[in-house]
């Protein structure tokens, strides 16, 4: 049989349901149990390094033409 592999993030509710399903429908699976990274708390040190970074990131793509920024002209007229 051809067979393909994914991976997903299944959130912790559905975890039980979706093991359950492999496992009825025969499908092998290997559990890699991670937790996803939480979100810094406000007005802390990395909550702010973090929204630098996510800021570089964010100036990097448009520069490569990966990403469209709106104008301040543009934001304000969403208000």
């Known amino acids: ?16 349901t979706v093991v359950t399903m492999f496992k009825g ?9 991670r937790k996803t990274k939480k979100a810094p708390e406000p007005d802390t040190k990395e909550y702010v390094l973090d929204s630098i970074c ?4 964010e ?7 990966k990403l469209q920024l709106k104008s301040a002209e543009e934001l304000l007229n969403e208000l």
């Open 25 to 33: 429908l025969g499908i092998s699976f290997k559990e890699n149990v």
């Open 54 to 57: 996510r800021g570089m990131e």
């Open 59 to 65: 100036v990097r793509l448009w520069e490569q033409g």
């Open 1 to 16: 049989m051809d067979t393909r592999q994914i991976t997903a993030q299944i959130p912790v509710a559905y975890y039980d």
